[in-house]
């Protein structure tokens, strides 16, 4: 199982970026896809998921509204848009493949994590 998270850079507040996380080694639809971030010196948190099987999507209440995540199964991968990007966004970005939910500890397969530096 491999995962590959890119897309990350310098943006300045109340822009925008979307990430990229492109899945193999596994059936795409038998994980849910999640994104999770880790700023220096916090845990690391649940930030949107793709459900496995029908697809349902879940957000962290600090993105709701100003994020999306959405998937292209043509290309085994999943995408996060992120808008009005805020300086407390600023983390390390990682997908993840595992049952769901916003919980990192149910996950089981990771990508090496790209950055996103928010300036204000």
């Known amino acids: 199982v491999q995962l590959q998270a890119s897309g990350g850079g310098l943006v300045q507040a109340g822009g925008s970026l979307r990430l990229s996380c492109a899945a193999s080694?596994?059936?795409?639809?038998?994980?849910?896809i999640g994104w999770f971030r880790q700023a220096p010196g916090k845990e690391r948190e649940g930030v949107s998921c793709?459900?496995?099987?029908?697809?349902?999507?879940y957000y962290a209440d600090s993105v709701k509204g100003r994020f999306t995540i959405s998937s292209d199964n043509t290309k085994n991968t999943v995408y996060l848009q992120m808008n009005s990007l805020k300086p407390e966004d600023t983390a390390v970005y990682y997908c993840?493949?595992?049952?769901?939910?916003?919980?990192?500890?149910?996950?089981?397969?990771w990508g090496q994590g790209t950055l996103v530096t928010v300036s204000s």
């Open positions: 993840a493949a595992g049952p769901g939910g916003l919980d990192a500890l149910l996950y089981l397969y």
């Open positions: 080694g596994f059936t795409f639809d038998d994980y849910a």
């Open positions: 793709r459900g496995s099987s029908d697809g349902t999507t």
